[in-house]
């Protein structure tokens, strides 16, 4: 008996769900502030109208030092990031600059053929990074 009873005041709460869901907002979508003025402009008064006016920024040559592969590395580099991306980074290692090279271009598809990609390397490394370092001679066991 208790099932019944338990059965029976879920039906009637589903069924009130529904019926709220159907009916409940019924009459809530009628707006009482006035209609909005057209916002459109007649054709006659767009001859009328100023003309849009153009704005010339400067341009400013990114800060990027004069080196060998200067000017591969502004064509190449900087039409999908800045140079700051370049100077935010750690002074790299030339390993290191070969990656991320070799990464833009297999990875983001840098179009840059292999003999540019060693260009802009040398010039990453001239610019902001180091050579790699030289292992140390091993020592012989005595």
Same mark, same amino acid.
């Given at each position: 008996m208790r099932?019944? !009873?338990? $059965?029976a005041i879920v039906i009637v709460a589903g069924i009130a769900i529904v019926a709220y869901a159907l009916f409940g907002h019924a009459g809530s979508d009628v707006s009482t502030s006035? @209609? %909005?003025?057209? $916002?459109?402009?007649? /054709? =006659?008064? $767009? =001859?009328k109208m100023e003309p849009?006016?153009?704005?010339?920024l400067e341009y400013h040559?990114?800060?990027?030092? @004069? &080196? @060998? &592969? #200067?000017? $591969?590395?502004? +064509?190449? *580099? /900087?039409? *999908? #990031?800045?140079? %700051?991306?370049?100077?935010?980074?750690? /002074?790299?290692? %030339?390993?290191? !600059?070969? +990656?991320? /090279?070799k990464k833009m271009v297999d990875s983001y598809g840098a179009m840059i053929a292999p003999d540019q990609q060693k260009e802009i390397v040398d010039y990453l490394v001239y !610019? #902001?990074?180091r050579e790699d370092a030289v292992p140390a001679p091993a020592q012989k066991a005595r």
């Open positions: 099932t019944f !009873w338990v $059965l006035p @209609p %909005r003025p057209s $916002l459109s402009v007649p /054709v =006659a008064q $767009l =001859a849009v006016k153009n704005i010339n040559q990114p800060d990027m030092p @004069p &080196g @060998p &592969g #200067h000017d $591969l590395f502004a +064509a190449q *580099c /900087v039409v *999908c #990031h800045s140079p %700051r991306y370049v100077v935010d980074q750690p /002074v790299f290692p %030339r390993k290191t !600059w070969t +990656a991320e /090279v !610019w #902001h990074g």
